[in-house]
């Protein structure tokens, strides 16, 4: 099993930058795709980007692209999420994420237990 502790949230104004940690136990950590989601209060769990295992692809929703990057660093057992160019509405509790990859969050084994984001205007 894996077990993933997100880290680096917080209050940033619009136009401001944040880098989410996600750190994860497991000697399998390395065989996993990793996805990051968000949460906004009243609304449903929703794609933000994902890295394959050996973090050679990646992709990202649409409403992120060209702001937010994920990479990942198999030494340290760390996917982190730089998001640059902050909205309001990127507020949300973001998620880290182990399993096959995709958009779809079912499809996602392990979770982190979230950390949340707020962009004030």
């Known amino acids: 099993q894996v077990q993933l502790v997100e880290s680096g949230g917080g209050l940033v104004r619009a136009g401001g930058s944040l880098r989410l940690s996600c750190a994860a136990s497991g000697r399998t950590f390395t065989t996993y795709a990793m996805g990051w989601f968000r949460q906004a209060p009243g609304k449903e769990r929703e794609f933000v980007a994902a890295?394959?295992?050996?973090?050679?692809?990646?992709y990202y929703a649409d409403s992120v692209k060209g702001r937010f990057t994920i990479s990942r660093d198999n030494a340290k057992n760390t996917v982190y999420l730089q998001m640059n160019s902050l909205k309001p509405e990127d507020t949300a509790v973001y998620s880290c994420?182990?399993?096959?990859?995709?958009?779809?969050?079912?499809?996602?084994?392990?979770w982190g237990q979230g950390t949340q984001v707020t962009v004030s205007s």
């Open positions: 890295i394959s295992a050996s973090g050679g692809i990646t």
């Open positions: 994420a182990a399993g096959p990859g995709g958009t779809n969050w079912y499809a996602y084994d392990y």
